[in-house]
């Protein structure tokens, strides 16, 4: 029997375990808070993000290992691109947190805008190092270009209500 490519297996599930805790903010607060909100007949059915974030953050996780692998680890020519991927990362998980947790709308469309940024420069220096893991993030740019979208007609349809709530908070 072959040895488990640990760093493989470690790449691929890494970015998903944000998916994963991000889902409780979801379960949490997704049927009183998100479903109140007026929503564009365009966007995806709830059904359908599972699985597409599932095999989006595999498919990141897996180009990561691509250029880990190609770049020299951490000590080569892999630091910058993996950082940046690090910092993407860091956006896409925030984002849930953001927008379901704190049922923020404003700041979830602040956070992608920056992760939209983020992963454009990852897919760049990730296709530098190796160009299977910059095609691999092409789906994902895909994606988050219609959640960024989502995200902007859901704020300019819903700001009327969300600033008059932020607006009528106590004062801290």
């Known amino acids: 029997m072959d040895s488990v490519n640990w760093p493989l297996v470690g790449a691929t599930i890494l970015p998903n375990v944000g998916g994963w805790v ?31 974030w599932t095999t ?4 990141m996780g897996y180009a990561s290992y691509l250029v880990w692998k190609d770049g020299g680890g951490f000590d080569g020519s892999a630091r910058l691109p993996l950082t940046f991927f690090a910092g993407q ?19 979830g469309l602040i956070d992608i805008i920056l992760l939209d940024s983020a992963v454009l420069g990852t897919a760049f220096l990730f296709f530098k ?44």
């Open 129 to 172: 190092v190796n160009k299977t893991a910059g095609c691999l993030l092409l789906p994902y740019i895909a994606w988050l270009g219609l959640a960024s979208a989502l995200n902007y007609v859901i704020y300019r349809d819903n700001c009327a209500v969300t600033d008059k709530k932020e607006e009528q908070a106590p004062k801290k």
């Open 22 to 52: 991000g889902s409780i903010y979801v379960k949490k607060n997704y049927l009183d808070w998100y479903e109140s909100l007026k929503r564009p007949n365009w966007r995806p059915p709830n059904y359908a993000f599972p699985p597409v």
């Open 56 to 59: 989006l953050y595999s498919s």
């Open 89 to 107: 990362l860091a956006l896409n998980w925030a984002w849930t947190p953001i927008f379901f947790g704190a049922k923020n709308i404003k700041g």
